[in-house]
């Protein structure tokens, strides 16, 4: 099959001018969410723990909350006419609205995709602040959207059919022929519906969503067995995890049956026997079904679901991952443990990341003693997504790829011309930062993340604030205010070698890294737990190479500032050189380029960097 046009050919494809904005709010400290999450039929199996809703967690200033405000101003900013203008002229209806650029062009066959990133953006803002107006954006978009589908059949579409692109796009998945993703997209509609439903209260998204997904079932359950998994080898996002969320909140076992249909047989056996086959796969085809099969591991209790989602995550982190968490080299999965021979312009895909902290969100909800799964989390969060927004711009444009390759510089998106995938979770991911910060299950609270963030218990009448500037500072403190039993669990990271905590100022034991420091007591309101997490500075060695290496100050990568200078070669860094200097986290050093600073990468900004140095004297790193 020829493969369909790259993604930056398509980027480059693009021209717009620019819209009319309104006027940007920031993100509201104390959120407050006028509609309740909807209530879901079937509870979730082999789940010990639950995160809260966004609407009980406020974040504090900081990067988050900076990061968050952006994206608010942007989603205030965009016109919701030009995003549906292609819907429209594909079931016959009029649009005078200037169409948008880039993957939205009306040429590019993913067309359609970003108004699914942006109805989920739209409904966990809502949900986080209570603000009416990313409602009403949100409302009115799925009433649009419903207005397309119900001419489905007008337009000569089977009944239940919505996109911006003809069901034609459907027929040459099913024969075979080239067509770039159409079931990547009708996934991210079908998830922002879902999401605006359960987020945001909107029953008509959910009526819009049923129709969709009886199409989904209709058009699948004709084809055989050979044909489907044929069809799945051209990327379908997460039509499992979506459809088994579906049939999770409804009970509607039609839902199940038509997220099984995406089971990707060719993907799903090697890793039930826990084989690394991802060489040569794309890799944020592959990384959604992964989450599709822990979904469907929650609604089936069927355990070799559990153990292909769980399989997937241990090899792609263990053999796959660079040192800022991110993985794949032009999209593509490679060699297990070939990194220092895959540093490139177009590594570390953001959408990747975005996945990957999805699947291991679901992976703590299952085994929540297992701290790994949120120092992972913090890894890619910090290193990779924290920093993948431009903190220049107002609207929190984003980086598509992150450049590992010496002198690689951070590129980002724009407001139109763009909408890129990345460019869509993006959106997403700074909207939700406040969702896995903490978690519970009774009267267990953990503590996964140190973000600055205040936490009102709902129905507890308990509020937990986290104070800290980590990772600019080594710790947190957390403040009690009401009274009642909490088991608290508050994640020691693997890298902590020598963490302590103090509770009202008496040391807590047993503090050990790589693991959950239990302190389960009767708190009384100004209860206070101080977090002690020394950072040390080390090296991270390329398993393919041990004199390639990243530098972290504990889990943070630093990286080295090059300004204009668009290195040829990979600097040689002498470790012996390195010296702290003026402000947190940022040393200075001597590589074989001359005197050099170093700096968090998600810090560095507007300039050329290396991340990975070669190192010839005491080359010993993780």
């Not at 998204?205 to 989904?216: F, I, N, P």
């Not at 099984?260 to 826990?274: G, K, R, S, T």
Request: glycine fraction near 8%; charge should be positive; aromatic fraction near 10%.
């Amino acid at each position: 099959m020829i493969p369909p046009p790259s993604r930056r050919t398509v980027l480059r494809a693009g021209v717009l001018a620019a819209a009319a904005a309104a006027l940007p709010t920031p993100a509201s400290a104390s959120p407050a969410p006028a509609t309740p999450a909807a209530a879901a039929a079937r509870p979730d199996i082999g789940v010990s723990a639950e995160l809260f809703p966004l609407g009980a967690v406020s974040l504090l200033p900081g990067p988050f909350q900076a990061s968050t405000a952006r994206t608010h101003a942007y989603l205030k900013f965009l016109d919701p006419d030009r995003l549906l203008h292609t819907f429209r002229l594909n079931v016959g209806l009029p649009s005078s609205a200037t169409p948008c650029g880039g993957w939205e062009s009306p040429a590019t066959e993913l067309r359609g995709h970003s108004t699914g990133h942006l109805l989920t953006a739209l409904a966990q803002a809502y949900a986080s602040t209570g603000d009416a107006a990313f409602k009403a954006k949100g409302e009115y978009l799925v009433a649009q959207l419903a207005i397309c589908q119900d001419r489905a059949a007008t337009a000569g579409f089977n009944t239940g059919y919505l996109s911006a692109f003809p069901e034609s796009f459907i027929d040459r998945v099913e024969a075979r022929q080239q067509v770039w993703a159409p079931y990547y997209t009708l996934h991210k509609i079908m998830a922002g519906l879902l999401d605006m439903h359960v987020l945001a209260g909107n029953a008509q998204a959910l009526t819009v969503l049923t129709r969709k997904a009886a199409w989904v079932g209709w058009r699948n359950g004709r084809l055989s067995y050979p044909q489907r998994q044929a069809m799945l080898r051209t990327e379908f996002g997460g039509m499992n995890e979506v459809l088994a969320n579906l049939y999770q909140l409804t009970g509607t076992q039609a839902h199940l049956t038509s997220a099984q249909y995406f089971d990707h047989a060719e993907i799903f056996d090697p890793l039930a026997v826990n084989r690394d086959a991802l060489d040569g796969y794309h890799a944020n085809t592959q990384i959604p079904k992964a989450i599709g099969a822990i979904r469907e591991y929650h609604a089936t209790g069927t355990t070799r679901y559990r153990d292909i989602a769980s399989n997937f995550f241990d090899i792609v982190v263990g053999a796959h991952s660079y040192a800022i968490g991110g993985n794949s080299n032009g999209e593509y999965f490679k060699a297990p443990g070939r990194i220092a021979a895959e540093l490139s312009d177009n590594t570390c895909e953001s959408c990747n990341s975005y996945n990957m902290l999805k699947l291991a969100t679901q992976l703590f909800r299952t085994r929540p003693g297992e701290a790994r799964y949120f120092d992972f989390y913090e890894k890619a969060l910090y290193n990779h997504l924290l920093g993948a927004q431009d903190p220049g711009s107002s609207h929190g444009h984003h980086s598509y790829f992150t450049p590992l390759r010496p002198g690689g510089i951070r590129t980002y998106s724009n407001d139109y011309h763009n909408f890129t995938c990345c460019h869509g979770t993006g959106m997403e991911t700074n909207t939700g930062h406040s969702r896995q910060i903490y978690a519970h299950a009774g009267t267990t609270l953990w503590v996964n993340l140190f973000i600055a963030a205040t936490l009102r218990w709902p129905g507890r009448g308990i509020t937990v604030r986290q104070d800290t500037t980590f990772p600019e500072t080594p710790g947190s403190r957390l403040t009690i205010t009401g009274s009642g039993p909490i088991d608290l669990r508050v994640r020691v990271p693997a890298w902590a070698t020598g963490a302590r905590i103090l509770v009202n100022g008496a040391p807590h034991t047993p503090v050990t890294p790589g693991s959950y420091a239990r302190i389960n007591r009767s708190w009384a309101s100004g209860d206070v737990v101080e977090i002690s997490l020394p950072m040390a500075l080390h090296r991270e060695s390329t398993p393919d190479n041990r004199a390639v290496q990243a530098v972290k100050h504990g889990p943070i990568v630093l990286a080295g500032a090059y300004g204009n200078t668009n290195l040829t070669s990979m600097p040689a860094l002498r470790p012996a050189t390195i010296r702290p200097a003026s402000g947190p986290l940022r040393y200075t050093a001597t590589a074989s380029t001359g005197p050099v600073t170093l700096m968090p990468f998600y810090q560095l900004h507007g300039q050329r960097y290396t991340v990975y140095w070669q190192v010839t004297e005491g080359t010993t790193g993780r």
